[in-house]
């Protein structure tokens, strides 16, 4: 998405809060620094966690004009709709035996997952 959108979810993530906040007058903040998630271990480690600069959409119209990019980034993607999202979904919508549900990937992705 973020290849054919030329947005990065990063950004869209800033959008969408900027859209939650919506009218929001007590800050005059302009970017946020966004981390991202670090593998856990048991041991601390000294390595500086991952951040970006993301900048804050002005108004509620740039907000949805990014997110509206980055959604329409999927629109060439492979749709997975055939798969159920949860096991819930499986016993609530289909008829099958779990097992028979339908794997999208290749079979060493099926085995590694």
Known sequence: MEENSGVKFQEAQ?????QWVSG??????KEVIVAFPQEESLFPSDKPQDAQKVAIPPDDNAAKAII???QNGAQTLRSDDPVSDTVAQHALQDRTNLRDETWLGTKEEELYA
Not at 14 to 18: E, G
Not at 24 to 29: E, G, I, R, V
Request: without cysteine; glycine residues 0%.
């Open 14 to 18: 800033v959008a969408l809060s900027r």
């Open 24 to 29: 929001d007058s007590l800050t005059t903040q």
């Open 68 to 70: 509206e990019r980055f």
